[in-house]
């Protein structure tokens, strides 16, 4: 009776006697043995049905190719510029196909050789002839396959090889997702030969270490395959010649460790499956922090010569999930992480090393250790670049397109085909930490299928399914994987569950706008040991670059004018854009996954102190802090005072003190804010994050002592209040400051309340597209005071006023102030703002102050230089940042505590706890603002936790500020 897996791997072999052969090892082979077909080839796009049957002959000798042209293979054709490229799935399923013909020439002696014609991948069919004879065809877009062409093929003389690529197969939207459909032989195309006779068909390893994880078993099993003929009638054995099978192990040096020859009886005209194992003492750990590779290599010999050879980078990684804990050898281990597709603007998905090693090494620097492939196995030298540079891999089976299709017993076998196609090719490479089994699906019988295979051909790495949390979930499926839950909800599954976590989407950027939230869900979850990490959505932007230009008024376009980059809202939703340059998500990822960080923001001390002991949190899971330089200085204000570095020791995941001398703080200074700057950096230089301690004295100083000023107020059609030099002018009809002067200097212009602007792409998708389209201006409105109060006691003037805004019929909003005029001078200013709007929030709450035009330079006490939301603001840091009016350098949102303008006649400062946003197109306005509503992600609001700036509660926006005016002394 056959087990389950016996019949998975029945029907493995059934669907693959029909199609290509899999790529069954990874293994890598002697070079001289690989024999590269990539280059110029010949091509015709067939853009109809009619078309495609004009060429259905193209693969017969004597066929005229005259109408093809050269192109370059590995490439999708679309873009090459040959037809537009399609986001998603095909319209009507009808789609072009591509024909490709290349002649070539393999070595003379390898006349008596075993050959395999090895394709990455093809998108999504392709069907192979060679020399007029057909070999079969391979249905699956994502996955590598392999044809044995022996006697096929004529050795040191030319050979064509025919290859129809289609895109709309029965199947093929199990590889069509939310992204950009390309056809084409897009990976490399490739001969390997070997003996014909017996050769070294696989080898798969395993590293099993001892219970203190300090020896190790490297466990080898090789396929070994035998096609001598039998020579004996029947079932008996045939005789034959004896071979020896040697495994070597050395160091990355080339240093021999361990080695071990075994002598193997003939086994004719069958393959036999050999084990050996071989035993490291303290060999080196893998993992992302320290990725060291050993070399084993296989050798198969006859005679005592050698007559194949296969290599393989080995790492001695080890994965458990006992106890809900995610674990590499031995040690919990947190997953910073992002999704990614294998595509680039300039080559679609053909992408090639300088791709590769340029997403990884910008991933390390954002701190990110852990990438998601999305929603399919890449090319496999990306594999192993991250098996050599450091980066743990989650690998997925390519069925997440199917959606209703993974209901119908027919296409099991293309489920298991993907499956078996995905783990066999990468089952050796240690970066590779789980597998996943499609994308936001349900639970169906053929998914339980391919897990059950994926587990048979795996037994070494869990398996998840992304989208699927439920506690009930069965145990095969060994880790749970919910997408974009709010911060609450990861702390309580968490919290209780027995599985490990890994949310493997969690935050959604969306253009360089939203991407909230990201820090809160991170902490929610991996406070807890079983949270095990997350995948940001997505690491670059989706575009596509073809020399033809964009067809025209196509809706949501997001190139920023390049009319000849494909980019729309869709795709828009990486933190690096599609050239790989940073955003401003980019850098918030880099300080939330930061590994090394002050575990406190705050911090109290007493002047005189010597020192103060700051707790440095190493969140490394294998490093420790005496490998980070900390580089610090204490400032007051913008001054400098002392600067230094040095570091500590400290295991990875605890806490350690780090002594900040604070000799320079032995006076402090009244209205002044004391903090230290911290840069971390790591042993190759780069900087893993830098923040601020803010530092608190504890003995507060002597306030500055002023000698009050006279206040006089003159009210007529205007209201005037005097403070010494001192004048503000309100218009009581309007209930608002008009006007701010020092010595007769005319410094601040208007005051006035502002709960709206133009939304950003983020937000409006919060709003609602029609609500946001229908919006009224609500900064165009008409004001008409109700009550106007104006009183004078106990050394200051008070204002207290109610003003009706009104818009339209639909949009209006009432505020109340209560200003107030002071024996220092300044002015304090009260407001609550209650709208009655059609727009179900609103994305900011203050006053906008305008201010004489000559006030050119801005600069403030806050977060900074990046833009801070209140979901958002772990990039900037603590400081007095500042520039030129209408400049980069001060425009956007920025959390603040106080902000100046000054300019040759003077100027003045702001106090609020909140934020202010200053655009280029208007210098001299400033929006001092008490909420700023929270950034959603890409159609989500923020959480509640976090402000909304919701209009239909029945409930004020409120806020406060306190303006100085300022000479220019």
């Given at each position: 009776m056959k087990t389950p897996l016996h019949l998975f791997l029945s029907l493995v072999m059934i669907f693959g006697a029909t199609m290509a052969r899999a790529q069954t090892s990874a293994s890598t082979v002697i070079p001289d043995t690989t024999f590269s077909l990539n280059g110029t080839w010949q091509f015709a796009l067939a853009a109809t049905g009619a078309e495609a049957d004009a060429l259905a002959d193209f693969h017969k000798p004597g066929f005229n190719g005259e109408n093809f042209t050269p192109s370059p293979v590995p490439s999708n054709w679309s873009v090459l510029g040959y037809e537009e490229p399609v986001y998603r799935g095909f319209k009507d399923d009808k789609a072009g196909e591509g024909f490709y013909l290349h002649d070539f020439t393999p070595p003379k002696n390898w006349n008596d050789k075993r050959v395999l014609l090895h394709f990455g991948g093809v998108w999504s069919s392709a069907e192979v002839w060679l020399n007029g004879?057909?070999?079969?065809?391979?249905?699956?877009?994502?996955?590598?396959?392999?044809?044995?062409?022996?006697?096929?093929?004529?050795?040191?003389?030319?050979?064509?090889?025919?290859?129809?690529?289609?895109?709309i197969t029965r199947e093929y939207k199990f590889d069509v997702y939310d992204d950009w459909t390309l056809g084409g032989i897009y990976r490399d195309v490739s001969l390997e030969a070997m003996p014909q006779k017996r050769w070294?068909?696989?080898?798969?390893?395993?590293?099993?270490?001892?219970?203190?994880?300090?020896?190790?078993?490297?466990?080898?099993?090789?396929?070994?395959?035998?096609?001598?003929?039998?020579?004996?009638?029947?079932?008996?054995?045939?005789?034959?010649?004896?071979?020896?099978?040697?495994?070597?192990?050395?160091t990355n040096e080339g240093i021999e460790i361990a080695r071990q020859q075994l002598t193997v009886p003939a086994h004719t005209a069958t393959d036999?499956?050999?084990?050996?194992?071989?035993?490291?003492?303290?060999?080196?750990?893998?993992?992302?922090?320290?990725?060291?590779?050993?070399?084993?290599?296989?050798?198969?010999?006859?005679?005592?010569?050698?007559?194949?050879?296969?290599?393989?980078?080995?790492?001695?990684?080890?994965?458990?999930?006992?106890?809900?804990?995610?674990?590499?050898?031995?040690?919990?281990?947190?997953?910073?992480?992002?999704?990614?597709?294998?595509?680039?603007?300039?080559?679609?998905?053909?992408?090639?090393?300088?791709?590769?090693?340029?997403?990884?090494?910008?991933?390390?620097?954002?701190?990110?250790?852990?990438?998601?492939?999305?929603?399919?196995?890449?090319?496999?030298?990306?594999?192993?670049?991250?098996?050599?540079?450091?980066?743990?891999?989650?690998?997925?089976?390519?069925?997440?397109?199917?959606?209703d299709l993974m209901y119908d017993p027919s296409f099991s076998a293309a489920a298991l085909q993907r499956a078996h196609e995905t783990v066999v090719r990468d089952i050796n490479s240690p970066s590779i930490v789980y597998w996943s089994v499609g994308n936001e699906d349900p639970l169906t019988s053929i998914h339980m299928a391919s897990v059950k295979l994926v587990k048979a051909l795996d037994p070494t790495r869990p398996v998840l399914l992304p989208w699927r949390w439920e506690e009930w979930l069965p145990p095969e499926i060994d880790m749970l994987a919910p997408h974009y839950w709010h911060p609450r909800e990861y702390d309580r599954l968490a919290g209780r569950a027995n599985r490990p976590i890994i949310t493997t989407e969690y935050t959604h950027a969306y253009g360089t706008d939203g991407f909230g939230g990201l820090e809160a869900r991170w902490r929610e979850l991996t406070k807890h040991p079983a949270g095990a990490g997350g995948a940001i959505w997505l690491w670059a932007d989706q575009g596509i670059k073809t020399p033809v230009q964009k067809p025209k008024g196509k809706s949501g376009d997001r190139s920023d004018g390049d009319e000849y980059m494909r980019l729309d809202s869709a795709g828009w939703d990486g933190i690096v854009d599609a050239y790989r340059n940073s955003t401003r998500d980019y850098l918030e990822t880099k300080a939330v996954y930061a590994q090394v960080y002050p575990a406190m923001d705050k911090i109290t001390f007493t002047p005189g102190e010597a020192s103060a002991r700051i707790p440095i949190q190493n969140d490394y899971d294998f490093t420790d802090l005496d490998t980070v330089k900390i580089a610090w200085s204490i400032r007051e204000d913008e001054n400098e005072l002392a600067c230094g570095s040095g570091s500590i020791s400290g295991q990875p995941h605890s806490v350690s003190a780090f002594k900040l001398p604070l000799e320079k703080l032995k006076t402090i200074h009244a209205g002044k804010t004391y903090y230290a700057w911290f840069i971390f950096t790591g042993a190759d230089g780069a900087e893993i994050t830098r923040k601020a301690v803010e530092l608190v004295p504890l003995a507060k100083p002597s306030p500055r002592i002023s000698t009050p000023l006279k206040l006089t107020v003159s009210q007529g059609e205007s209201v005037t209040v005097t403070a010494g030099g001192a004048r503000y002018v309100f218009d009581p009809k309007i209930g608002r400051l008009v006007s701010a002067a020092l010595h007769d200097k005319t410094l601040i212009t208007d005051l006035r309340p502002v709960i709206w602007r133009k939304l950003d792409d983020s937000e409006?998708?919060?709003?609602?597209?029609?609500?946001?389209?229908?919006?009224?201006?609500?900064?165009?409105?008409?004001?008409?005071?109700?009550?106007?109060?104006v009183t004078e006691e106990n050394g200051r003037v008070a204002i207290h006023a109610k003003v009706d805004y009104s818009i339209d019929e639909k949009n209006r909003f009432a505020t109340t102030y209560d200003y107030e005029i002071g024996a220092d001078g300044g002015l304090e200013v009260r407001y609550e703002i209650l709208p009655e709007v059609t727009v179900p929030c609103v994305p900011i709450?203050?006053?906008?102050?305008?201010?004489?035009?000559?006030?050119?330079?801005?600069?403030?006490?806050?977060?900074?230089?990046?833009?801070?939301?209140?979901?958002?603001?772990?990039?900037?840091?603590?400081?007095?940042?500042?520039?030129?009016?209408?400049?980069?350098?001060?425009?956007?949102?920025k959390a603040m505590r106080w902000l100046e303008r000054t300019g040759a006649m003077g100027g003045f400062r702001i106090s609020n706890v909140g934020y202010f946003e200053h655009d280029t197109s208007a210098p001299d306005t400033v929006r001092i603002l008490s909420g700023v509503a929270a950034r959603p992600e890409k159609g989500r609001k923020a959480d509640d936790d976090f402000p909304q700036l919701a209009t239909g509660a029945g409930k004020p926006l409120v806020g406060s500020l306190k303006i100085e005016l300022k000479g220019n002394d």
């Open positions: 004879v057909r070999l079969g065809r391979h249905d699956s877009g994502y996955t590598s396959f392999s044809f044995d062409i022996t006697g096929k093929f004529k050795a040191g003389e030319s050979n064509r090889l025919a290859v129809r690529v289609r895109q070294i068909d696989s080898v798969v390893v395993q590293t099993v270490f001892d219970d203190l994880f300090r020896d190790a078993d490297l466990r080898v099993r090789a396929m070994v395959g035998d096609r001598h003929k039998n020579t004996l009638p029947g079932n008996y054995p045939s005789p034959g010649e004896s071979y020896d099978l040697r495994v070597t192990l050395s036999r499956e050999l084990r050996l194992t071989l035993r490291a003492q303290s060999p080196r750990h893998w993992n992302a922090e320290t990725p060291y590779l050993y070399n084993l290599r296989v050798d198969l010999l006859e005679k005592g010569e050698i007559t194949h050879t296969r290599t393989e980078r080995v790492g001695f990684r080890q994965i458990s999930t006992d106890g809900g804990v995610f674990r590499i050898n031995g040690q919990a281990v947190k997953l910073r992480g992002v999704n990614r597709h294998d595509e680039h603007p300039d080559v679609g998905r053909a992408t090639t090393r300088k791709h590769w090693l340029q997403d990884i090494t910008l991933m390390k620097v954002a701190n990110i250790n852990f990438i998601r492939l999305a929603h399919y196995t890449p090319t496999r030298g990306f594999i192993e670049l991250c098996d050599e540079l450091g980066m743990y891999v989650g690998n997925e089976v390519s069925i997440g397109g199917a959606g409006v998708s919060v709003v609602g597209r029609r609500a946001a389209r229908e919006a009224s201006d609500l900064n165009r409105y008409t004001a008409s005071a109700t009550t106007w109060d709450v203050g006053m906008v102050v305008q201010s004489a035009p000559e006030l050119g330079a801005i600069r403030w006490l806050g977060l900074g230089p990046d833009n801070a939301y209140p979901n958002k603001r772990s990039a900037p840091i603590l400081g007095v940042w500042g520039g030129a009016a209408g400049s980069a350098d001060v425009a956007g949102t």
